[in-house]
């Protein structure tokens, strides 16, 4: 294998040849658009650090999702700020809370989209930890129950997917339980697995209001220098129940999606989250990267990485990008 035999320049010559030897593409079926849905009618407001995404009341959700749709986007997140916040979380169980009115608005319309929840309490206690507390301490068990009927009522408002990102243990064998109890075997579990305890999180805290009063999430989410513990977590997850796992943030942890990949045959999702899109539309604004190039870079490495399923904030950008040829 020695030049000049070989010569690898020869297959990068034309726009052609380039596209005929590529390896990945990227499509937008692989996407999923994070949502943030707020009460109200006829409400946009854009999130100040997250250009180009709103905190959004349930109508102008759905003439977003028309848009999402049509792109040929797969499916939505939807993540939700209730009107009022307690200890337990308890407006994340409300039949008429604004996620549950959302994914209606979303079904009845008919739409050719998938629709995810995030299941956690973060947005709905007023302390903003992911469960409920005793003496400054994140219980575990006490969490499930009220984790499991938040996806139990996610489904019954018409979820197709429901996402827990709390990071509880057993909470994925807890939800599959309550769903198959309600006859929901049908729902699927997208298991925030490999959840890592990130500052990238940042500028979603601010787009969903759901930062920490005290302390921090190391006590339940992933020290991010931990490798081996991600496989153990999703093999967890996956024991217990669940359908798809993902890996979260994505670009400090490609690693973690290549060895999920390469050990697990279940489908895998990675999530590129807010800080990840923040840092890009700051260094776009300033004129300093382009923005397209970059983009579909950064999510082309997240395929590259092993993730067939991509949550991310880019997507609507990337999907009409990639329409028009990459
Ligand atoms: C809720 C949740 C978070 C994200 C998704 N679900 C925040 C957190 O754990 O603090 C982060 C998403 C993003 O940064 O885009 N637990």
Not at 142 to 169: C, Y
Not at 255 to 282: C, H, L, Q, T
Request: charged content about 25%; aromatic content about 6%.
């Amino acid at each position: 294998m020695s030049f000049p035999l070989h010569r690898p320049r020869r297959l990068r010559r034309t726009e052609k040849l380039r596209g005929l030897v590529r390896e990945h593409r990227l499509s937008a079926a692989g996407f999923i658009y994070p949502m943030f849905v707020c009460p109200g009618t006829r409400v946009r407001n854009e999130i100040g650090s997250m250009p180009g995404v709103y905190q959004q009341s349930a109508d102008q959700i759905l003439e977003e999702c028309r848009e999402v749709e049509s792109l040929g986007i797969s499916g939505v997140i939807l993540f939700g700020l209730p009107e009022s916040k307690d200890p337990r979380g308890a407006s994340s169980l409300a039949k008429d809370g604004v996620v549950q009115r959302a994914i209606e608005g979303i079904k009845k319309a008919k739409l050719d989209l998938l629709v995810v929840t995030d299941v956690c309490l973060c947005e709905y206690t007023d302390h903003g930890h992911c469960g409920v507390i005793d003496h400054g301490d994140v219980l575990n068990d006490e969490t499930l129950g009220i984790l499991s009927e938040q996806a139990l009522s996610h489904a019954r408002a018409g979820a197709d997917l429901v996402a827990p990102s709390d990071m509880m243990d057993g909470r994925v064998g807890a939800i599959r339980k309550k769903l198959d109890e309600n006859k929901f075997e049908s729902v699927a579990i997208m298991a925030y697995s490999a959840k890592y305890c990130s500052g990238f999180y940042g500028p979603f805290r601010e787009a969903a209001r759901s930062a920490p009063q005290f302390g921090d999430r190391r006590t339940y989410q992933m020290d991010p220098a931990n490798g081996d513990e991600a496989l153990k977590e999703v093999a967890l997850d996956l024991e217990e129940g669940a359908d798809i796992v993902m890996v979260k943030p994505a670009l400090a942890y490609l690693d973690i999606i290549r060895r999920v990949r390469e050990r697990f045959d279940v489908p895998v999702a990675a999530y590129n989250v807010s800080g990840e899109y923040s840092m890009v539309k700051a260094a776009a604004a300033n004129g300093w990267i382009d923005e397209k190039r970059i983009v579909l870079e950064i999510l082309g490495g997240i395929q590259r990485a092993g993730a067939e399923i991509i949550l991310t904030y880019h997507a609507k950008d990337a999907a009409r990008w990639i329409q028009v040829g990459q």
